[in-house]
């Protein structure tokens, strides 16, 4: 326990010390050097539009700050280079929309120098002024403002082209040679003013070619991943079946989570709508936007529902692990259990931002996009990056702690040896891990073998952490680790604003940590008290119903392992059944077919109940099967069982049994009483009722020499109408609500009121009578009965 | 209800008499199983159940008269089973049991049957 705290203070203070070092010098976005915050950017962008004749005073600004990874791999790719060095590695997009008519975009670099603008076009009748034409010098001071370079180096395409635009300008930079990066630069001016300046940066195909985002590694990663997921999600439900999966749908866990994660995306794109608006106003349209705003939550909602489904049903695998996700969705999610695992988890945050910058500084390779550009320049930059913890992110570590662990743990715990699992359970983790990450960040492009060591970095800390503190902490060191990225992008930009921002998240994240150091502390701390009355059920019942469901696959396969169907014998009719008190029994009959070519009927009853009882029934079972293979003698048969009965049992479970071998022909039966309830005999044509007794010790008790001893045989003679009941003491001893047993006397009665039924309507009548003698109650024992009936013939009203 | 069980313990010479009391049901099976264990420890081999006031006994009880009966045999005692009612009593007859253990109808016949070994059933 105090280790663990220990190792995470550590992680704690090593993670944020290497992050304060290696940070500035080696995350991406220290390559954006926004040099302005948000309002100065608008500021600036609003001065280029009035500089042209358009106040937009009174305009509604938007500004976004879009990372340009195409032109950060291209300077990587070509040090040195002059040109490359003149791509800008982001862009400012600034949009203003007036109450009516047409707005204005201006785009910036990070320096605060315009890349281009898109004014509305000044409704003068006339095309291009002399004005525009005497215009050359200013458009040229422009150029350079634009490119940083002077116009000597540039080629000029069109110097002043009248059109009904206005007068266009076009220069081209760096185009002389083929598959050089260069610019091509647009200026068009209308009426005195230049309304549209567009710089259109050009990478050679030769360079993009080197860092494709998609890589075979991340689609291999996708196909297999997909796959695990899918297996993750059916494995547990084709072993469960419909009901529990139901049941686990219903659960309030993922309904709760679903909404929730639903809400939150919902929230993020309405809070990233404003800068949508920059985006939208261009061509594609509102219409796809407001489809996407609706689908994606949707979509992502109804993913959150099927992996947490899956979760809940593969939480059996690691209850203690999932605890705590899991109290999420409960009354009790403030608690210390939850606030532990989550301030454990999340003190390792800045150690798990800092691992692929580790990697950066060690194997010398640049690292690409690792952040959240559209957090740079948000309005409420501290809101947004605490929102954006939750990310789409978390929903694929979710699916890798909660379906592909389990997945790991019960395809290598299906292995034979000890030594395949010690190996097989680990590598299996890894490997999910490796493609999980893999997938989610690729933070380097190009070299496929630094993409693998980084995930499997993050997902060799993932995992430990999930065993130190649970899946809920894991998720919190992830969302950790972004809280401090996004802090860390907005710490290293020049602009002061922005970097007030930056201490804005830190502030809000040590907040964050401390209410739950206080809560972890102070919260409601006992869990039994936490889990109150709803909680408590809910552990119990799904404990219950997990329980329920394993014993009905457990009765089911006992009720199978009975004699489906009684055999047919010309003369007799024969019926039997057997309704375990608990969800498996330990009473047996069975039909056996003797080497003789006689017919056995035993019931048996293994002293005990429930799934020892249940147990020791399959195996009596099989004894039974086994010894009438070799003998048609029951007492033989019998012998055979309680030798080794006794051998496995070690005097601790012993079954009785009462055995018949018919003879059909001869209409004779031999019986044995192992210690088992007399059999009823029914002599229909004397009116008379025996009790089948007879000396016998129950099987497992005695050994062989005194057992055989004890044990006699008895060979009776039938008549037609005669009836035999065997039974279990389940039946005569059935209890009513007035401590009243069934008893012999009852059962005799019923046996007699059933002459002249065959074997199946003299079950039935008998059970009846034992039921309403219950009063709807339920036996407290193991209720088995077995019928045979010697009929001659059978009447159309069903008696003889 | 199920926890109704209990056993005294008394001594006459060398003869350890175990008075139950109640059910002997798969619930207090195992506190009749610890009894039974300690005086076997002990060396007390002779030992007798005095059943008079065992009002129930399901085969979890029967149990523990079974998986002791040959130990204490092979040390050279005996259970004796005594004073059962006689719906106790069948059920260890039906059981077969009265072909293993000596039952007798009471204390003193038990002890008498420790005294005089010759009548071994």
């Known amino acids: 326990m105090n280790r663990r705290w220990f190792t995470a203070g550590l992680a704690f203070l090593a993670g944020t010390l290497w992050l304060l070092w290696a940070f500035p010098r080696f995350h991406p976005s220290t390559r954006l050097g926004l040099r302005y915050d948000r309002q100065q950017y608008l500021a600036r962008a609003r001065g280029f539009a009035a500089a042209n004749g358009i106040s937009t005073k009174d305009w509604k600004g938007y500004a976004v700050a879009e990372t340009l990874i195409r032109n950060q791999e291209l300077q990587i790719s070509m040090p040195g280079s002059r040109m490359a060095k003149a791509f800008p590695d982001a862009q400012i997009k600034t949009n203003f929309l007036p109450a009516s008519g047409s707005g204005a975009t201006v785009t910036l670099r990070p320096d605060g120098r315009p890349l281009g603008w898109k004014l509305p076009v000044p409704d003068a009748a006339s095309k291009a002024t002399p004005k525009d034409e005497g215009r050359k010098a200013d458009v040229h001071k422009l150029m350079e403002n634009m490119t940083g370079d002077s116009v000597s180096d540039f080629t000029l395409m069109a110097d002043g082209v009248a059109g009904d635009d206005g007068m266009g300008y076009k220069w081209r930079e760096g185009g002389a040679a083929i598959g050089n990066p260069r610019v091509d630069l647009e200026i068009i001016s209308k009426n005195g003013i230049i309304w549209e300046a567009k710089s259109d940066y050009q990478i050679p195909e030769s360079i993009s070619r080197q860092f494709k985002a998609n890589t075979p590694l991340k689609i291999t990663a996708v196909v297999i991943w997909s796959i695990a997921l899918f297996l993750g999600i059916l494995i547990p439900v084709a072993r469960e079946g419909g009901g529990p999966t139901a049941r686990a749908l219903k659960d309030r866990v993922p309904m709760w989570l679903s909404g929730c994660a639903a809400l939150t995306v919902l929230l993020s794109t309405l809070i990233e709508w404003d800068d949508e608006m920059v985006r939208a106003t261009g061509a594609s349209g509102l219409a796809n936007e407001i489809i996407s705003m609706i689908l994606v939550p949707v979509f992502i909602g109804l993913m959150f529902n099927i992996v947490i489904a899956g979760t809940v049903l593969s939480a059996r695998m690691h209850p203690l692990k999932v605890r705590g996700f899991r109290l999420l969705g409960t009354r009790a999610f403030f608690s210390t259990t939850t606030a532990t695992e989550l301030l454990g988890g999340g003190l390792f945050g800045p150690l798990l931002a800092g691992l692929p910058l580790l990697l950066s500084a060690v194997l010398h390779l640049p690292l690409f996009q690792g952040y959240d550009d559209g957090l740079l320049l948000n309005e409420a930059a501290v809101p947004a990056a605490l929102l954006s913890m939750i990310s789409q992110q978390l929903l694929g570590v979710i699916a890798f702690l909660g379906l592909m662990m389990p997945l790991a743990i019960r395809f290598s715990s299906g292995r034979k040896t000890q030594k395949a699992k010690a190996w097989l359970q680990p590598a299996l983790m890894m490997l999910f891990a490796v ?45 950790s680790a972004k809280l401090f990225t996004s802090a860390g992008a907005l710490l290293v930009q020049p602009a002061a604003g922005l970097q007030s921002s930056g201490w804005g998240i830190v502030a809000a994240g040590f907040g964050l940590g401390i209410v739950l150091l206080v809560a972890s502390i102070k919260a409601p701390e006992a869990v039994a008290e936490l889990y109150g009355e709803s909680g408590a059920k809910m552990q119990t019942r799904s404990r219950r119903e997990e329980l329920l469901a394993e014993f009905n696959v457990a009765r089911s396969a006992q009720q199978q392992m009975l004699p489906a169907k009684p055999p047919v014998l010309a003369g007799y009719t024969i019926a039997a059944s057997c309704d375990p008190a608990k969800e498996v029994g330990g009473d047996l009959y069975d039909f056996l077919r003797l080497s003789d070519g006689r017919w056995g009927i035993g019931v048996a009853d293994v002293s005990g109940k429930g799934v020892p009882a249940a147990l020791y029934m399959t195996l009596t079972k099989g004894l039974l099967c086994a010894a009438a293979q070799d003998s048609g003698d029951p007492r033989q048969i019998l012998g055979s069982v ?54 016998g010790i129950g099987l497992g008790i005695a050994g062989p020499a005194l057992f055989a001893k004890t044990l006699a045989a008895e060979t009776i003679e039938l008549e037609p109408g005669d009836a035999l009941v065997f039974y279990s003491d389940g039946l005569t001893e059935a209890m ?16 007699e009121r059933a002459d002249g039924l065959h074997a199946e309507a003299t079950r039935d009548s008998i059970l009846k009578e034992v039921s309403a003698f219950l009063k709807g109650g339920h036996s407290q024992d193991d209720l088995t ?11 159309s009203d069903g008696r003889i | 209800m199920a926890t109704n069980f209990t056993v005294q313990r008394s001594t006459t010479g060398n003869i ?47 149990g523990v008269f079974m998986s002791f009966i040959e130990d204490i045999r092979e040390a050279g005692g005996d259970l004796k089973i005594c004073n059962l009612a006689p719906k106790v009593a069948q059920v260890f007859e039906i059981l077969g049991f009265d072909s293993i253990f000596e039952m007798v109808p009471a204390v003193a016949d038990a002890v008498k049957g420790f005294e005089n070994p010759a009548k071994e059933v």
């Open chain 1, 785 to 795: 009965i077995a019928v045979l009936r010697v009929n001659p013939e059978i009447g």
């Open chain 1, 736 to 751: 009513n609500e007035e401590l009243e047993q069934f008893g012999e006397d009852r059962l005799a009665a019923a046996v």
């Open chain 2, 16 to 62: 350890v008499v175990l008075a139950l009391n109640g059910f002997l049901d798969a619930h207090t099976a195992p506190e009749f199983e610890k009894v039974v264990q300690q005086e076997f420890d002990g060396g007390n081999v002779r030992l007798i159940a005095d059943c008079g006031e065992l009002t129930y006994i399901s085969s979890a009880g029967l």
């Open chain 1, 642 to 695: 309680n030798k080794h009965l006794r051998t496995v049992t070690k005097k601790k479970m012993f079954v009785t049994m009462a055995m018949g071998v018919l003879e059909p022909e001869a209409r004779t039966l031999e019986y044995v009483r192992a210690g088992h309830n007399p059999v009823v005999w029914r002599r229909h044509a004397l009116g008379e009722t025996r009790w089948l007794g007879g000396p």
């Open chain 1, 435 to 479: 493609l999980t990450f893999a997938m989610l960040q690729s933070p380097f492009r190009g070299a496929e073998g630094a993409n693998v060591l980084a995930a499997a970095l993050s997902g060799l800390t993932t995992i430990y952490l999930y065993f130190r503190f649970g899946m809920l902490g894991a998720l919190a060191a992830q969302a």
